[in-house]
Every structure is written in C-alpha cells, then in structure tokens.
C-alpha cells in the first residue's frame, strides 16, 4: 500500500479528549497538509501537549478521529506509526546505550540499510554536531546533548510527519540555526512538521501556518496574515497571540 | 511534493510500512546490549562495589545453605517425619513464594507498562503491542524473580547433600524456571486489570490488594496456630488439617513440591510428568496473559495516562496540616525541610504502605499474641517473648530506614542548588532529615512496642527498658542512614529502589545489620542475666547497665555518622 499524496498529513476530525472532570481538548477538528510546517501555540494547560499525545498514538481521543497520512493512529497504530517522528519536550533516550548505539536502534526499527543509515548519518552528525559524544554512554549528555541525539533519530528515518514539543530547549545558537535549516529543507522535500513552541520568534519565522490552542479549545488557525487580520493586530505574534488569549479570557 | 522523498528512501531501504514483521528480536537485542554496557561499565567503574556485592550474595548463600542443611539433615535423622514433612515444607515454600511473586510482578509490570519512561517511547516507534508487552512481561520475569533464585540455589544444593541422584539437579533448576513465569503471569494480568479498571489509584489498588491478601494470610496462619488443644499431636494433626488447601491438586506449589520430591527420590518419570504439567500451565498461562493484555493494551494505557486522581488533592489537604505542626520542637527552617519530607511522605503511598503493611503485620501479631496461650509466667517466656518482639521491631526499623531514610539525601541531588541557597548552613539539611525520620521511626516503633508491653502485661521497668532502648536503636539507624546517605549518596539517581540497593545503600544495610546485633546482644544478655542468673523479675543494675551501655553505643554510633556525613555534605560543590 502506498499513500496517496492528496491525503493530508494530519487530520484531526472533532476530537475531545477529557482528564476526569477536566475537559482537556474540545471538537477540536484540524488538517495539516504535506510539506507544511505548523505551529502549534498556546499557554501553559491549553491543551497542545494532550493534542500531540493524540496525534501520536499515546492517547485515545474520548470522541473523533486522528489519522496520520490517511491512517487512523488507533485502528492501524503500526502503520501511521511507521509515517512519524516524535520528539517530546523531555525525550527518552537509554541510558546504558551510546548515541550511537542508540542511532543504529532507531534505524534498525524503521528498517533502513546500513548504507542508507550510514549516509544519512554522516550528514545529521556534521549538521548537528554530535558527533564528539556520539560514542559515549548517553547518561553523561547534557539535556542539549540528548536533545541533539534525539533529533538526529527523528530525522533518521526521513519520516513524513515529525511532531515536535519545543524543538529548540537546550540548544546552543548554532544548532537552533542547524535544526532551523534542517526544519525547512524537511518540508521542502515534502515531509510534515506539527510543531508546539512556546518561542514565538520560532513560529513566526518558520510556520506556513500557526493554530492557537486556549483552554482546549482550538481559537485561531491560519498564517501569520492572516492571524493579525483576526486579531485586528498589524505588529509581531506576541502581540497576536497576547491578544487572542486575552479575548478567550474573556 | 507529498512525502515522495520519505517513500523513496523507504523504498530504497526495502521497506514497506505495511508489511513489518515482530520487532521482538530487535528489542531483546537492546535490552541484551545494554546490560553488557552496564556490566562493562561496574568492572571499569567500580570494581570493589562488584566485589562487595559478590561477596554479599555468596555470605548470604552459604548462610541460607547452612540454614537448609541443618533443616534436611535434621529431618533426615526421622525418616518417617521427613516423608510427610519436606513436600510441606516445599509446599509452603512455594505458596509463599506464588504469592510474592505475583506480587511483585504485578509491581513491576504495572510500573513497566504504564511509567513514563520507555513505554511511552516505544508507543510512538512501529511497535505492535504485542511486542511491547512481551518484552517487559520478560523483563518482569527476570527482575522479580532473582528472589527465588537467591533462595533456591542454595536450597538446591542442601537438598542435593542429603540425595544421591545427580539428575536432581537438573530437574531441580527446569522446577524453578518452570514455575517462575506462573506468578509472572497472574502479575501481569493483575497490572492491566488496575490500569484499566482503576486507573485513578493504581499504585493504592496493588498497595491495597497485597495488604489485604497478606492480612488474610497472617490471620489464617494464626488461627491455625491456636492451640485448640493441649496434646501436641492433636494440634498438630488440626493444623494439617487446616492447611490441607495448600496441597491442593489444582494449586501450582503442589506440581512443583511434589515433582521435586519425586525427583529426590530418584523417581525420575513421575517428576517428569509433574514438570509436564508445570511447564504447560506456564506457557499456556504467559500465552493467555500477554495476549489478553497486548490485544487491550492502549485502552488501559490511555486510561492510565489520562487518570489525574482526585484522590491526591484530598491527600494532599490530609498531609499539609499535620506535617506543619509535628514538628513544632525544631527551630523555623528545620522544621520546614522536616514538614516538606513528611508530606512528600504521605503524598507517596510507596512510602507510607510500606511502613503500614510492616507495622501493620506487627501489631497483628501482638494483637493475637495472647491466643497464642503461652504459660508466660511459668517459664522465662514472660521475658524472652518481649525480647523477641524488640528483635523484630528493631529489624522492621533498619529495613524501613535503609529502604527509606537513607535515599532523603540523594534525592535532593537534582534540588541541591536550592539546599545551597538556604540560608543556613548547609549541615543542618542533614539535622532536618535527620529529625524527620527520628520522629516517624519513634512514633510507630514506640507505639508497637507500648502495645507488645500491654499485651503481654509485661513489667514496668522492663517496659521502660525496652522503649528506651527503641528510641536510642532509632536514634542509631536515622543517623545511619543519614549520615551514611550523605557520605556515599547517588546524586544522579531518582529511583529509591536503585539507590537504597547501590555500594551506598548496601553499607548502610551492613552497618544497620551491625548495630542493631550488638544493641540486641547487649539486651538479650541482661535478660538472660535477669532470667536464668538472678532468676528475677525486676532487672539488677547490671543488666540495667548492660542496656544503657546498649542503647549509648546505638547513639553514639548515629552522632558518629551524622557528623561524618555532614563533613561531606558541607564539602559537596552544588
């Protein structure tokens, strides 16, 4: 089986999701498309880190549907899992393994050659830099450290969707720059990037689109454009954002 | 456009997302990887602490061997004792065992399965769930059941002295690994079942459900101890009687009790057919319980995930006015480092359940003591029975305070930055933890002994001695683990179980162990002064100075490591 190219990336079809008596995510309904780079924004217990969970497979939505590349993550879980990338705000990563070890696990699970693996490799060490600690056990990795290795193994396997919680915690100014480029040439090759910041300046250069979520409930989606039209806001996205958090204060 | 590229790669990579075949493989493989990094890593690291640990077990083996030998070779002396007595002692071995394990395993599978460490992890790679649960149904297999192996080997080979037929051996060992995975699978079934039923308190359920189910045991072996009647045979033939449920044909413990005896005998086929029998009941159970679990494994994960008990807000309203107030002798930020570990305490039901079912089982014991129909007054029971108790209270503490205690200090590790900042010496953290364990170690150790002494009707002065000599053994174990905790700490980890079980934890074990030997030396020779010397009620001033030499080498023994402890502390760049 193939996936059809005119199938969107994500989509997330009234999707509700609730803690107990918490109501965490409501009818929130979203496509992604391929090759686009989303941002997902919202205060702290707004709901990005459930939605995420729900894209990914470790949470069954209470009502609705995620599919990922036209697979429903809860019927065919393998199958979308096979399309996806995720990278956590605090990632797992073993730590009795070298990175590169860990590297080798990764590859080995998304079933690609020594020789894809190897190639791909070479490029994601230079362009991350960790190649200095990839031998090491990753217990002695700064928190940078492993969020470089878990990137690297993200992008191992070249997936077609990549989730993202807060890709740039931890990361020296140079690699921000990296991860940026590598961000941009991975949709431009034509793989999907759901990414929740809560670094402004990130989404505003980097996102076709932005979604912003406000207690669970998804209050404004768009492109930067057309975000200021809504919000009725001609200066940055802080300002935007600001203000369309404040209006669903009130 | 579209994902053309990731398909291109995926193509050239010869894969299909669609067709993938068990990752099992690859998941032993990490798992097989790691541990010899591990093992790599103890032999570069930290040899002597591999040493210890080697040395350890092999104490602990050759003492268990000398316990079992002495047990074979004195039922060996009665034959006709020994044909009835070994598959009950083997029957109730492994009863005990059925039920620990399942235990245990439902612990370890429920932490495996639904924590928040690697499961998470590999919900988001393609791993079907029926990997997923095989691999930590293994892994609990083999964390949970190194108990029965420590007690099995030399179990064996004391058996194996008193039998001629080598094959005992091997029949032996297929006995132990054949009935490993049956605990193994009950355990996991039961972890699901509280994932996914009752989610909102799981770590209480399992507490729960093993309180209730070793309280039933206790009471049952109680009852079956009174002596209904005074002839020994009489009351020996009711206790059979009463436990005859334990030789039950469907219960595993009696397959394997009674193969192994087979084999004992060198009756080689019966074993065999009883290990037939073991062995298909494992696998069709480990079968029936990873793919009961696998096939509704995301719904009970989901449940476990999306569960925020509203248990812990009420828990936590519990918690915060005592923990403000039990503290009321220490000075200011004392008392709010003491009050912060008291609730994070009672916040943690590991914690707080531990110490309940150990106390709990005690006070049960007391409570029935008097139904236990002991002529006290007619021997020296009257004070060998309290003694005893202090024995097993003062045990209870060192496992409590090497368990508990001692990982206060590094788990601080990750907050040391904030102990630093304090202002106020950086020692005083150590006085802190210390007050905080004193007082919970007092209040539940001097309680069971007050209630030991009211049963027993025991003797004012004798009582007094024996509550002193408890809070000066707390005194003395607190400040073990306190100070031993800050000179050996593990700063980077935040497992307790990892830390109470590291160099630091196992000297500390060693050391408590010690002290309260000699402490208990020192009051069981005033007793037996008391007892069989002076044949006396009331203790003379030398046993009376026998204890308080006790109890001052106990405090003297807790200021020493506090301040050695502290020294180091005070040293740690934060």
Do not use: S
């Given at each position: 089986m193939t996936d059809s190219v005119a199938e969107p990336a994500i989509v997330l079809a009234g999707v509700r999701k609730s803690y107990g008596r918490t109501l965490a995510v409501r009818e929130l309904s979203l496509e992604v498309q391929r090759g686009e780079l989303f941002a997902?924004?919202?205060?702290?217990?707004?709901?990005?880190?459930?939605?995420?969970?729900?894209?990914?497979?470790?949470?069954?939505?209470?009502?609705?549907?995620?599919?990922?590349?036209?697979?429903?993550?809860?019927?065919?879980?393998?199958?979308?899992?096979?399309?996806?990338?995720?990278?956590?705000?605090?990632?797992?990563?073993?730590?009795?393994?070298?990175g590169r070890e860990f590297l080798y696990f990764v590859a080995e699970m998304f079933a690609i050659s020594a020789k894809q693996r190897d190639r791909k490799l070479e490029t994601l060490i230079r362009r991350l830099d960790i190649g200095e600690f990839l031998d090491h056990l990753t217990e002695s990795y700064s928190h940078g450290m492993k969020q470089k290795v878990v990137l690297a193994a993200a992008l191992l396997h070249d997936p077609a969707v990549l989730v993202i919680d807060e890709p740039m915690v931890g990361l020296d100014p140079r690699t921000v720059r990296s991860v940026k480029n590598l961000f941009t040439e991975h949709t431009r090759g034509g793989g999907t990037i759901f990414m929740s910041t809560h670094t402004l300046e990130i989404a505003e250069t980097l996102a076709d689109r932005i979604g912003i979520i406000h207690r669970g409930e998804l209050i404004a989606v768009g492109t930067l454009a057309q975000l200021k039209t809504q919000a009725r806001r001609e200066h940055s996205l802080e300002d935007v954002f600001l203000q369309l958090t404040e209006v669903g204060d009130g | 456009m579209g994902d053309a590229s990731t398909m291109d790669l995926m193509r050239d990579a010869g894969f299909s997302p669609d067709t993938r075949g068990s990752n099992l493989e690859l998941l032993l493989r990490v798992r097989g990887r790691t541990v010899l990094n591990r093992a790599a890593q103890a032999v570069r690291d930290a040899p002597l602490r591999l040493t210890a640990a080697a040395l350890l077990i092999g104490l602990i083996w050759v003492g268990l061997y000398g316990l079992f030998r002495l047990l074979f070779v004195h039922l060996s002396r009665t034959p006709l004792e020994a044909t009835v007595a070994i598959p009950l002692v083997f029957n109730f071995f492994f009863i005990a065992m059925l039920a620990l394990l399942t235990f245990s395993n439902a612990i370890i599978a429920y932490g495996a399965l639904f924590g928040k460490s690697e499961s998470p992890y590999l919900l988001t790679l393609p791993v079907a769930p029926l990997d997923l649960v095989t691999i930590k149904y293994l892994e609990c297999l083999v964390l949970s059941s190194w108990s029965l192996i420590l007690l099995g080997v030399p179990m064996m080979f004391a058996m194996a002295a008193t039998s001629e037929e080598e094959l005992f051996y091997l029949f032996f060992l297929a006995f132990f690994l054949a009935f490993i995975p049956i605990p193994g699978a009950i355990g996991l079934f039961l972890a699901w079942a509280v994932a996914r039923f009752f989610p909102r308190r799981a770590t209480k359920a399992v507490t729960l459900l093993a309180a209730v189910g070793l309280t039933a045991v206790i009471v049952t072996g109680l009852r079956s101890l009174q002596l209904g009647e005074t002839a020994t045979e009489v009351w020996l033939r009711s206790f059979l009687t009463r436990m005859g449920f334990v030789q039950s044909a469907l219960l595993p413990n009696n397959w394997v009790a009674a193969g192994i005896d087979h084999a004992l005998h060198g009756h080689f086929p019966q074993s065999f057919r009883y290990l037939g029998v073991t062995l298909a009941n494992a696998f069709f159970l480990s079968w029936l319980a990873v793919r009961i679990v696998s096939g509704r494994f995301d719904r009970a994960y989901d449940r476990a995930s999306s569960s925020r008990g509203g248990g812990r807000r009420l828990a936590a309203e519990a918690s915060g006015g005592p923990a403000g107030w039990v503290f009321f002798y220490l000075p200011l930020p004392l008392r709010l480092i003491a009050a912060k570990d008291l609730r994070t305490f009672f916040r943690d039901p590991a914690q707080w359940s531990q110490l309940t079912i150990l106390f709990g089982l005690l006070i049960l014991y007391l409570t029935n003591m008097p139904t236990l129909r002991l002529e006290f007054s007619a021997s020296g029971w009257f004070l060998l029975i309290p003694f005893l108790n202090l024995c097993a209270v003062s045990l209870i503490l060192a496992t409590f305070t090497c368990r508990f205690v001692f990982p206060l200090i590094s788990l601080e590790g990750q907050k040391l930055w904030l102990m630093g900042v304090l202002p106020m010496p950086r020692g005083r953290v150590l006085l802190a933890k210390f007050a905080f364990s004193m007082t919970v170690t007092v209040l539940v150790a001097v309680g069971a002994m007050s209630l030991a002494a009211f049963m027993l009707n025991l003797d004012v002065v004798w009582t007094a001695i024996h509550l002193v000599v408890t809070m000066a053994i707390c005194f003395g174990l607190c400040g073990f683990s306190v100070g031993i905790g800050a000179r050996l700490p593990m700063f980077g980890q935040s497992n307790v179980a990892r830390i109470a079980s590291g160099l630091g934890g196992t000297m500390n074990l060693l050391a408590s162990v010690a002290l309260v030997a000699l402490v208990l030396t020192g009051v069981g020779m005033a007793t037996w002064q008391s007892l069989y010397l002076e044949a006396d009620t009331l203790p003379s001033v030398r046993s009376l100075m026998l204890c308080a030499a006790s109890g001052l080498v106990s405090v003297a023994g807790g200021c020493a490591a506090l301040w050695i402890g502290s020294k180091q502390f005070n040293r740690v760049e934060v």
């Open positions: 997902f924004l919202g205060p702290n217990g707004a709901g990005k880190t459930t939605t995420i969970k729900m894209i990914v497979g470790l949470l069954r939505p209470d009502e609705g549907d995620v599919h990922v590349c036209g697979h429903a993550i809860g019927a065919n879980g393998v199958a979308a899992k096979a399309r996806l990338a995720y990278v956590p705000d605090q990632p797992f990563i073993y730590d009795k393994l070298t | -």
